[in-house]
């Protein structure tokens, strides 16, 4: 029987990471495999990167194999299925090639100093603001399948509602609908706080409940009108919700160093007894009365900051943020983004800063356009963009950004630049928020707030545009244009 493209890929890909005994831990996000490695010494990167299917491979405190979407989730489960683990398990297999003690040649001391060197550079650039993106990242990253689908099924209830009240469409088998629908959606959103705490406990290394619980908290379950709560920063009383997802994240970090530190104190007869109940107790209290004022505080200030800069600064803010957000992809700052966009949704019910972002996109693709208008001669080049360019309109960048832009150079800047045109009409329209986050490109359309999809299709258009004809003046390299063969 022939070997399906997922099995090759998995196969191929342990090949030149160094074997299944090399890699620690196995995820993947929307479009990477991202592997935890043993010793990063043994990986073939010109041989991973030339493998049938690799759309490109990022070095960062995890080695990301680029396989596109959908790929991603067959490829990584075979790879997880092989090593007889689930997704975010340790693989416990070990090389039995031990190398040779004994005295050392000249070439194998040089070659055991580099590693080293290598090693505390690694450790170096593994600040804590890099482990916090890594953090968030993988608190979020396995949740936007989710963000996605409830995001589409509440737009389309949107739709419908305002359908029934334009009276385009009536009756009660539409109300229902609409009803149902919602219901779907808000099994995500309602109870985001606890999907939250049950991520950020499993990062951090806390009991999964305990984290579900310390989100249910900021619910206040149990407080009435009659009865609230202080908060002791305003001298007014607490809402339901206060903090949100910055909050939750924060108290079980704090839950899971008290966790830590309680097993470790605390005799093993009766840990399971007074370890829970302890920590629950103790960041009970301090979410209650310390963490969601604060956070509250602090989650205003910022949806309030983003939505004044976006109002105040219209089309350059919209070009600024739109230019800049590639390079934040490429270097993993854009995770940092994702809990601002849930805030801003569950405090505004839009996002305004996604569909700005979103044009970032619309660049790469206006600039893989022309480039393969350009470059027909370059086989190899246009038969990336091709696997590439369907994926890029729909919002996923990475396929683009790392197998044709940012290898060239040069596309990288003047997709940037389409993305700030894009960005520029969104910021000058105003208004055009998502309801969900999720990929970006023509993806985002049906996520649109309000009604605003034409103003987001025109920024979106703007960015092909854009980048199409900055790159196709300016942006081609000489040797990008050269005859080469599949």
Request: proline share 5%; aromatic share 6%.
């Amino acid at each position: 029987m022939a070997e399906l493209k997922e099995e090759r890929l998995a196969r191929e890909i342990y090949e030149k990471v160094g074997g299944m005994g090399n890699v620690n831990k196995i995820i993947h996000c929307m479009t990477r495999v991202r592997m935890s490695l043993n010793d990063e010494e043994k990986v073939d990167l010109v041989g991973l990167k030339a493998i049938d299917g690799v759309m490109g491979v990022v070095e960062d405190d995890t080695l990301q194999v680029i396989v596109g979407p959908g790929t991603v989730n067959k490829v990584a489960n075979k790879m997880v299925e092989m090593a007889g683990v689930r997704l975010g398990d340790p693989i416990m297999i070990q090389e039995t090639n031990q190398p040779v003690k004994g005295n050392k040649t000249g070439l194998e001391a040089a070659e055991e100093l580099a590693r080293e060197t290598k090693a505390k550079q690694k450790k170096k650039n593994n600040t804590p603001f890099k482990r916090a993106l890594k953090s968030i990242s993988n608190i979020f990253v396995p949740m936007i399948p989710a963000f996605v689908g409830a995001g589409i099924i509440g737009g389309i209830a949107a739709v419908l509602s305002n359908m029934l009240v334009a009276g385009t469409i009536s009756g009660d088998n539409w109300a229902n609908s609409v009803l149902v629908l919602n219901i779907i959606k808000n099994g995500l959103f309602t109870y985001l706080q606890i999907y939250v705490g049950i991520n950020a406990a499993r990062e951090f290394g806390a009991t999964e409940a305990l984290g579900g619980i310390v989100g249910g908290i900021v619910y206040l379950s149990g407080m009435t009108p009659e009865a609230p709560l202080p908060n002791i920063l305003t001298g007014g009383t607490l809402s339901p919700g206060q903090g949100g997802i910055i909050g939750v994240i924060l108290a079980v970090w704090l839950i899971a160093l008290l966790e830590k530190r309680l097993h470790k104190v605390i005799p093993e007869a009766i840990d399971i007894i007074l370890t829970p109940t302890i920590a629950l107790l103790v960041i009970g209290l301090l979410t209650i009365f310390l963490i969601m004022p604060v956070a509250g505080a602090i989650s205003t200030a910022l949806v309030g900051a983003i939505n004044w800069v976006l109002t105040i600064g219209g089309a350059f803010a919209g070009f600024v943020l739109g230019a800049l957000f590639l390079p934040m992809v490429m270097f993993g700052l854009h995770q940092v983004l994702t809990p601002i966009h849930i805030e801003m949704i569950s405090s505004t019910g839009m996002t305004l800063l996604l569909p700005i972002l979103a044009m970032a996109g619309g660049g790469q693709v206006g600039a893989a356009c022309a480039l393969w208008l350009k470059c027909k001669k370059n086989k190899q080049l246009t038969n990336m963009i091709k696997g590439a360019l369907p994926v890029g309109i729909l919002g996923i960048g990475e396929p683009l950004i790392y197998g044709v832009t940012l290898p060239l150079g040069r596309p990288f800047v003047t997709a940037c630049i389409g993305g700030g045109i894009g960005g520029a009409v969104i910021g000058a329209l105003g208004g055009i928020g998502a309801i969900a986050i999720g990929p970006s490109g023509v993806a985002l359309i049906p996520l649109i707030a309000n009604g605003q999809w034409i103003g987001y299709i025109l920024g979106l258009l703007a960015a092909y545009a854009g980048g199409f004809i900055a790159t196709y003046f300016f942006g081609v390299p000489k040797e990008a244009m050269e005859p080469t063969e599949l």
